[in-house]
């Protein structure tokens, strides 16, 4: 049962913040609560309205399912936007309603913006039947900078193809925290460009774990640095930390890395590398990855493997992956010790290893 004491504190403090801000209510500008109506173009006028006004605003979408089509909330706004979502946001049945974008919303050029509760009902799990549907990410922050990911769940069938949870890339400053991601693909994916990157307290699994990559698909393509996950649990995932690079020339890199302090529960690959990605061996057979890994540390990862091999670092002969760091790593296999591989990789162990290193 909720505490009334916080629960009255909340309402207080959102009265004080109505009371102090322009506020628009997307019911006011035509938007229909039935999950029928479409109720794109009220929610874009509540946006120009919110975006024109020279004081911070508050977009409220009160209880209700409320149909969008493709949505643009496009800026740059002239001060701060606050979007609080007591209600759901519904996608159409019919995904030829979203058009060609590649996307359902989205929210560009804007600086200032905040998103609040609300359940996003993209109606996926349908297209699950046609083949000629590329199923997408949930999330997707590409070219941001500062970006806040608090207390978000995502949902998509273990099964269901490219369905990553929260994907970044061209990105500086991204925090993700608190999250439960539970998908068909990558719970989390990092892509090129990404740099000073923190993730805490993540829920992964069923997925394919939390990836860096695939990187090296181009020649050129921005680094990944300052990347750290902490405080984390693989349930039941494919992978659990993985960097993966394409088999073929590029000068990307990966570096300054920290993985620490995450617990493995039946995971197919709880620690790997693998830099001889090449996918029905098409465009990249007998090449190597010019992907450069350094500096990576995997410290206090515990649990068990699903699978006998639980450490694996398979780096690049042309590009050897270094200063890689094993602390206090206990993976078993079915109450046994597991194994662990590698090649073309330099670094130090240190604490108790389990697996035997063979770093």
């Not at 804007?110 to 996003?120: A, E, I, K, M």
Request: net charge positive.
């Amino acid at each position: 049962m909720a505490n009334p004491v916080v629960s009255f504190a909340a309402l207080f403090l959102f009265y004080i913040f109505q009371q102090s801000n322009a506020s628009y209510n997307v019911i006011t500008f035509g938007a229909k609560p039935d999950g029928k109506t479409d109720s794109t173009q009220p929610f874009l006028k509540a946006w120009s309205a919110a975006c024109s006004s020279a004081s911070p605003s508050i977009i409220y979408v009160p209880k209700g399912r409320y149909l969008l089509k493709e949505t643009v909330f496009r800026g740059p706004c002239k001060n701060k936007i606050t979007v609080q979502i007591d209600g759901s946001l519904v996608a159409p049945t019919d995904y030829r309603a979203l058009g060609n974008s590649g996307y359902w919303i989205l929210f560009i050029k804007v600086n200032r913006v905040s998103v609040f509760g609300g359940t996003l009902d993209a109606r996926g799990r349908w297209l699950m039947g046609l083949p000629e549907i590329c199923q997408s990410m949930h999330l997707v922050i590409n070219g941001c900078n500062n970006v806040l990911v608090r207390n978000v769940r995502a949902i998509a069938p273990d099964l269901s193809p490219n369905t990553d949870g929260i994907h970044v890339q061209v990105s500086t400053g991204v925090t993700i925290t608190g999250s439960t991601l539970q998908t068909g693909d990558d719970c989390i994916s990092i892509g090129p460009s990404t740099r000073n990157m923190l993730m805490s307290s993540i829920k992964c699994g069923p997925g394919h774990g939390i990836s860096i990559g695939s990187l090296g698909k181009d020649v050129n393509e921005g680094g990944v640095e300052n990347i750290t996950l902490t405080n984390s649990i693989f349930s039941g995932s494919d992978n659990g930390v993985r960097i993966k690079s394409w088999a073929r020339p590029s000068n990307g890199f990966v570096r300054n890395v920290v993985y620490q302090n995450l617990i493995m529960n039946n995971v197919r690959n709880p620690i790997i590398i693998d830099q001889n990605y090449c996918p029905n061996n098409q465009g990249c057979p007998r090449q190597s990855s010019g992907v450069k890994i350094s500096q990576v540390t995997f410290r206090n990862i515990k649990g068990t493997s699903a699978t006998p091999e639980a450490v694996k670092f398979d780096c690049s002969s042309s590009n050897p992956c270094s200063g890689i760091r094993l602390q206090d790593i206990k993976l078993t296999y079915m109450n046994k010790a597991a194994t662990s591989s590698c090649k073309n990789i330099g670094g130090t162990s240190s604490g108790v290893i389990m697996p035997q290193s063979c770093v």
